[in-house]
């Protein structure tokens, strides 16, 4: 459940609430019984940071924080912190809470962020649903805007598209398929979409898209998602391209062993640009913002593209086939040739694009290359 963040000017006492604290002088004796300051005063310590209190009618809970490190790292413990506070309200089937934040940054922001982030699940095709009840979090902080809140939803509502999307079984989600939901975040933020079709695309010469798409037996999409409002702040467009490969068994030189597990997830790539411009346009922030999404399956068919098939691009140059499995740069590549068009000012091209990324730095690291 995707749960919503409000502001709120008034802690209202008998609802439950956490409050985030990064010193004991930050507490007063108006959001805690005497008896619960006592207690904190005397066991508070380095090991001892969390404390609840459990009043019958509702629960106070006390997370103490570091002011150590830099800002963005402050950031993201406070997320983890609030993502770990799920585990709790999960089991006391807490649906609304109240966050009292006492930072001047205003971080509570951040630990509502980790708690609506850490509270997604994927159980749309289970008979057992996700106990959580989560679906209101109210913030008091004077120095925290309605503006940073309304942003910050969209930006946790656009995620949990994103997973949604890459969690969505090959079964169910096509390039087709997959279209739809492009059009459906246009419908719903504003931004213009415009799926092109097999047709289209061999008339355009996308032969690294249509190579690719040669074993399948669904037809490929190239889906063009658009922002720009009336005087946007840039004069060319950002760009982000994605990788759309909805299923990807490697092709002829296929996967082994369990290497093709997952692989509906092959998407990624497009599914982080096109929600980021889903984002972006339902802000409707300032700036002209493109996505380019090459989508199909990479399967051996029959008359799927081989190693040494010499392909045709969309550029015009050649391109020799080594391995099917690369079928990334493939459809990537005339993505980024058709984005020429645009001459943007930047473009981000975005993918899951080879394991030997999570081998070389781990699985918490993006590796990221810029010319």
């Known amino acids: 459940m995707l749960a919503n963040i409000i502001k709120t000017n008034k802690i209202k006492p008998n609802n439950h609430r956490v409050i985030l604290v990064e010193s004991l002088s930050s507490l007063e004796v108006r959001d805690l019984e005497k008896n619960e300051l006592t207690y904190i005063m005397k066991h508070h310590s380095d090991e001892q940071k969390n404390f609840s209190f459990n009043r ?10 570091d002011k150590k490190g830099k800002l963005y790292e402050r950031k993201e413990a406070y997320r983890k912190a609030g993502d770990a506070l ?20 205003g971080l509570g922001l951040y630990f509502a962020e980790g708690m ?17 009840k989560l679906k209101e979090i109210a913030l008091y902080n004077e ?33 087709t398929a997959f279209a739809k939901e492009f059009k459906k ?80 997830m092959d998407m990624g790539g497009a599914a982080a640009a096109s929600t980021a411009l889903f984002a972006v346009a339902k802000a409707k922030l300032n700036i002209h913002v ?12 029959g008359n799927a593209y081989a190693p040494g098939d010499v ?27 058709y984005a020429q068009k645009y001459k943007p000012e930047m473009v981000l091209d ?14 918490y690291g993006i590796v990221a290359m810029r010319n």
């Open 350 to 363: 975005l993918a899951t694009l080879t394991g030997a990324a999570a081998r070389a730095i781990g699985k």
């Open 143 to 175: 120095h925290i805007s309605k503006k940073q809140i309304e942003l910050i939803n969209i930006s946790n509502e656009a995620t949990y598209w994103g997973r949604d999307l890459m969690n969505e079984p090959h079964s169910t989600l096509d390039a």
């Open 56 to 65: 019958f009618t509702h629960h106070v809970f006390v997370i103490f924080f």
């Open 116 to 132: 609506v982030l850490g509270n997604y699940s994927f159980d749309k095709y289970k008979s057992k649903k996700d106990t959580s």
């Open 290 to 301: 493109i996505a380019l999404i090459p989508a199909t399956d990479n399967r051996p068919d």
């Open 185 to 264: 975040m246009g419908k719903q933020s504003g931004a213009k979409v415009e799926v092109l079709t097999k047709a289209k695309i061999e008339s355009l010469k996308m032969g690294g898209l249509l190579a690719v798409n040669k074993g399948s037996i669904n037809p490929p999409t190239f889906t063009v998602m658009e922002w720009k409002p009336e005087n946007p702040k840039n004069k060319k467009p950002i760009i982000f391209v994605g990788k759309g490969v909805v299923f990807d068994s490697g092709g002829l030189n296929i996967k082994t062993g369990d290497f093709m597990y997952g692989m509906h």
């Open 86 to 105: 799920n585990t709790q309200l999960k089991q006391l089937e807490i649906a609304k809470i109240q966050i009292c934040d006492t930072t001047k940054e």
């Open 311 to 337: 392909i045709k691009m969309h550029n015009g140059k050649t391109v020799e086939v080594i391995n099917t499995d690369a079928e990334g740069r493939m459809i990537l590549a005339d993505a980024l040739s």
